[in-house]
């Protein structure tokens, strides 16, 4: 096959360009969701973010709206459940004919005592970060598959957690963490490696229909999630980072924004280790040593 670089356009302004783009994000109103949210926005794009409460999704779009020059709606959901899955969906469809990319950021955790670990912490994980997932991204291939081809396929972006890959948990007490001794997220570790291999399932599936996949691991973000824990050991999470910093918007609007954009549309079944490097290095500073950084 002859076919050379000088025929193809790889400025930026091609490579990177979202304002054809349509994007959902589910648990879009906050944390790493917003994130996403405000980055396709401040690019251009059309976003629907998605979530349980209200009063945050608007207040959310309404940030967005003014930020600009995209533009971001909103619908109310519950993924706790196929049916909350499907109603998404159908809202989804009434207001746009297509979808560029789904962003399936909709989640939770729950730490607990291993020995009076509640059952019902094993089935809202699994559902809220795999079976949730799994039905989003049924139910919307129809929208995902308009316009999509080789060259611009549309994009499942999945979020697991680095927790999903590592077992050294960062919330349990046995690791100068954030709980007390014999507390830990025993659920939360397995279901995003759950939505790992959910991911390369779905990539395996849906490429040849151009729809790429992919799943981002993120490490210590600043979100609802962590908020407990950052107020309280900000120096204990910061020491286990060589960079000396957690991560922050830029650094995930940036990714997501490059696994939406064309230069990654021959990207599928990857998972993206987004830690700054703290798991790859076991990377341990002095408590309190880092404090100056942040």
């Not at 209200?54 to 995209?70: C, F, H, I, Q, W």
């Amino acid at each position: 096959m002859a076919h050379h670089a000088a025929k193809d356009d790889l400025r930026v302004s091609n490579l990177f360009n979202f304002s054809s783009h349509i994007a959902l994000v589910t648990g879009g109103a906050t944390g790493l969701g917003e994130m996403a949210a405000q980055a396709f926005v401040q690019n251009g794009a059309h976003v629907i973010i998605a979530s349980r409460k209200e009063s945050e999704l608007k207040l959310t779009s309404d940030r967005l709206n003014k930020l600009g020059p995209g533009k971001c709606e909103y619908i109310i959901a519950d993924l706790k459940d196929k049916d909350g899955c499907v109603k998404l969906a159908q809202e989804v469809k009434k207001r746009v004919d297509r979808l560029t990319v789904l962003v399936n950021n909709t989640g939770a955790t729950w730490g607990d005592d291993y020995y009076n670990f509640p059952e019902h912490a094993w089935d809202k994980l699994m559902a809220l970060n795999v079976k949730s997932i799994f039905y989003m991204t049924v139910e919307l291939e129809p929208l995902l598959l308009k316009g999509a081809n080789a060259d611009t396929p549309s994009r499942v972006i999945n979020i697991a957690s680095m927790a999903g890959i590592q077992t050294i948990d960062v919330t349990t007490g046995e690791g100068g963490g954030l709980s007390q001794p014999g507390h830990g997220t025993f659920s939360y570790g397995p279901a995003k490696a759950a939505c790992i291999h959910l991911t390369k399932l779905q990539a395996s599936k849906l490429a040849p229909k151009n729809i790429m996949v992919n799943v981002i691991c993120p490490g210590v973000f600043p979100s609802r999630m962590t908020n407990y824990g950052l107020d309280k050991f900000m120096d204990t999470l910061v020491a286990g980072q060589p960079t000396g910093r957690i991560g922050k918007p830029s650094d995930f609007g940036g990714l997501v924004l490059f696994l939406s954009s064309a230069g990654s549309a021959h990207m599928t079944g990857n998972a993206i280790e987004f830690d700054g490097g703290s798991t790859l290095s076991g990377h341990r500073g002095k408590r309190g040593q880092a404090e100056s950084k942040i």
